[in-house]
């Protein structure tokens, strides 16, 4: 029994030899992108996940350009005539000037 253990073992160490030598190139082929995808210090994955993550940050930097944008333009016409200072002020912060009331009312 064991020496047909070993007999079937070296058989079938031979037979993948036979085929390593016979297709060197394609072993090679699939080893190298096999280490490419996995295994090396810049491999596709982690390369993809970067990439990824470097749109989606793009994203947001657009986003926040934009906002910022928004916001100085709101700035500077508010702070470019009086008359729309004192608007926001009253409609934002219900500020009002002396002798008046104000009357807040809530739609529901």
Known sequence: MDTKNIKEKNNFLLKTLNFIIKHKYVVTLVF???????????????RFKKLRKL???????????????????QYEELFSNKDNLEKFAREEYQ?????EDLFIIIDD
Do not use: G
């Not at 500020?95 to 002798?99: H, T």
């Open 32 to 46: 190298f992108a096999l280490w490419v995808t996995c295994f090396d210090t810049y491999n596709l994955i982690d």
């Open 55 to 73: 749109n989606a940050l793009k994203k947001e930097i657009k986003y926040y350009e934009d906002e910022i944008s928004l916001y100085t333009r």
């Open 95 to 99: 500020m009002l000037e002396e002798d």
